[in-house]
């Protein structure tokens, strides 16, 4: 999927936020293979594990990432079905998101998918530390308080600033407080033995259970709220991200290719692409000179279609050489 392409350059790219003082900015570690974590460290020195640990405190794979993202599009009840449902959903939404606009993943929309992990994360912390919890449930407690916040947010016609949570790399004050009150009546919603069946965790997987706790619930945003932001804001925010990221595709492509250190895959790229019963005959002549040496300064353009060549591959399963 092109999102998982894009979204891995992100989280390749992107350092968060010096936080407490601290001047070494981290990445968080985005799982696009199974085991990717430990396959980058096989080769690496006990010294260069350690700093690529530091690098990357914080890890987590694509199957994770659909559980924030389409608990905030609120469908926590299928996020309490199970992660294959929430990865499906999640995979659905996205892939109509790339098709309507190829720039929607930009390096805003990678910061607030980090923001909303946080968020979950945080919930599940929040949760199991409060004094009202009282065992079980609490994946779907999760789901259903960020959908919840997400739905009380909507109402306002304002936007939930999730650049708040990126600069700070945890919840703003406001925020946790919100999450706390909404987090004990979810969870007395679901747990009710007057609503649903007798058996809560295949309660929460019905729509119904969704419109039983949205009914239950009272719980207010005031406009004013500090982690709202206006729809025109987030409207400029989005062309000019949309802006930048064409203009760092085309760069981070450009670098990838003529690194020299990357200079032993060409040959072994054109070799499998040549092999590839509906590769084209264009495409296939820019990396033949590119490869051979009769084209040694691709221009963005060519460069880019190139770098493409090689994602195509790499989804297909080739394996890079060492």
Do not use: H
């Given at each position: 999927s092109p999102f998982h392409q894009q979204f891995k350059n992100w989280s390749e790219t992107v350092k968060c936020p010096e936080i407490?003082?601290?001047?070494?900015?981290?990445?968080?570690?985005?799982?696009?293979?199974?085991?990717g974590y430990q396959n980058d460290q096989a080769f690496m020195t006990q010294g260069q594990k350690k700093s690529f640990v530091r690098l990357h405190p914080n890890k987590f794979d694509k199957n994770f990432l659909s559980k924030p993202l389409v608990s905030w599009e609120q469908k926590p009840n299928i996020v309490a079905q199970g992660v294959s449902y929430s990865f499906n959903e999640f995979a659905e939404s996205v892939t109509d998101e790339i098709q309507k606009n190829e720039l929607a993943i930009t390096e805003s929309y990678y910061k607030h998918a980090i923001a909303k992990v946080i968020m979950f994360r945080s919930l599940e912390k929040l949760i199991s530390a409060a004094d009202w919890y009282a065992g079980g449930y609490r994946a779907q407690t999760v789901a259903y308080s960020m959908a919840y916040l997400s739905y009380i947010v909507k109402k306002t016609k304002k936007h939930f600033n999730f650049d708040q949570i990126w600069e700070m790399q945890a919840l703003p004050r406001e925020v946790d407080k919100i999450l706390k009150i909404i987090s004990?009546?979810?969870?007395?919603?679901?747990?009710?033995?007057?609503?649903?069946?007798?058996?809560?965790?295949?309660?929460?997987?019905?729509?119904?259970?969704?419109?039983?706790?949205?009914?239950?619930?009272?719980?207010?945003?005031?406009?004013?709220?500090?982690?709202?932001?206006?729809?025109?804001?987030?409207?400029?925010?989005?062309?000019?991200?949309?802006?930048?990221?064409?203009?760092?595709?085309?760069?981070?492509?450009?670098?990838?290719?003529?690194?020299?250190?990357?200079?032993?895959?060409?040959?072994?790229?054109?070799?499998?692409?040549?092999?590839?019963?509906?590769?084209?005959?264009?495409?296939?002549?820019?990396?033949?000179?590119?490869?051979?040496?009769?084209?040694?300064?691709?221009?963005?353009?060519?460069?880019?279609?190139?770098?493409?060549?090689?994602?195509?591959?790499?989804?297909?399963?080739?394996?890079?050489?060492?």
């Open positions: 407490g003082g601290d001047q070494f900015r981290t990445k968080w570690y985005y799982e696009r293979v199974r085991g004990k009546e979810v969870y007395q919603s679901i747990t009710d033995p007057n609503n649903g069946p007798a058996n809560k965790a295949q309660w929460a997987k019905k729509k119904d259970c969704w419109s039983v706790v949205k009914d239950d619930l009272d719980i207010y945003v005031d406009d004013d709220a500090s982690f709202l932001i206006g729809k025109d804001i987030v409207k400029f925010i989005k062309a000019e991200q949309k802006k930048d990221r064409k203009f760092v595709d085309k760069i981070q492509k450009w670098t990838f290719v003529l690194d020299k250190s990357n200079a032993s895959i060409w040959n072994p790229l054109l070799e499998r692409y040549t092999n590839e019963l509906e590769n084209s005959p264009k495409k296939l002549n820019i990396l033949e000179q590119f490869a051979t040496g009769l084209l040694p300064m691709p221009t963005e353009s060519q460069a880019e279609i190139i770098y493409d060549i090689y994602e195509e591959l790499i989804d297909l399963g080739w394996i890079v050489p060492k």
